[in-house]
């Protein structure tokens, strides 16, 4: 199990019907590729984000796969229109299955 992480997202809080809007994601987490070895030349496991979701009423915004080679403490910028009031939910699945979730609320006048 990672320790110490943390999802981050900052998303707008008001848009118009139909507004584009750019999200941005961060999460503190090791991404421990499986590669390296500690002081006593053990393999350290491999524990890293493998998945990244977001949805938006339900909807599929965007989902990706992530492998080995991503950095630690990914970040993720991507946009998306917003058609009505509603909460966006980003989820963050890990390789010992831990699952992380953050939400956000959009109101759109």
């Known amino acids: 199990m990672a320790t110490g ?3 981050r997202v900052r998303a707008p809080k008001t848009a118009t ?3 584009v809007v ?3 994601t961060l999460i503190s987490h090791p ?3 499986g590669q390296r ?3 006593d030349g053990n393999i350290i496991p491999r524990s890293i ?3 990244f979701t977001c949805t938006y009423g339900g909807e599929t915004v965007i989902e990706m796969e992530l492998h080995g080679a991503i950095s630690t403490n990914p970040y ?3 946009e998306a229109k917003v058609p009505a009031s509603g909460e966006f939910v980003f989820t963050w699945y890990d390789d010992d299955g831990d699952v ?5 609320e959009v109101t759109v006048a």
């Open 37 to 39: 070895r500690d002081s």
């Open 100 to 104: 992380y979730e953050e939400r956000a």
């Open 49 to 51: 984000i493998n998945r």
């Open 76 to 78: 993720i910028e991507f």
């Open 5 to 7: 992480v943390k999802p």
């Open 22 to 24: 750019v999200l941005k």
């Open 31 to 33: 991404m421990e590729s």
């Open 17 to 19: 019907p139909g507004e």
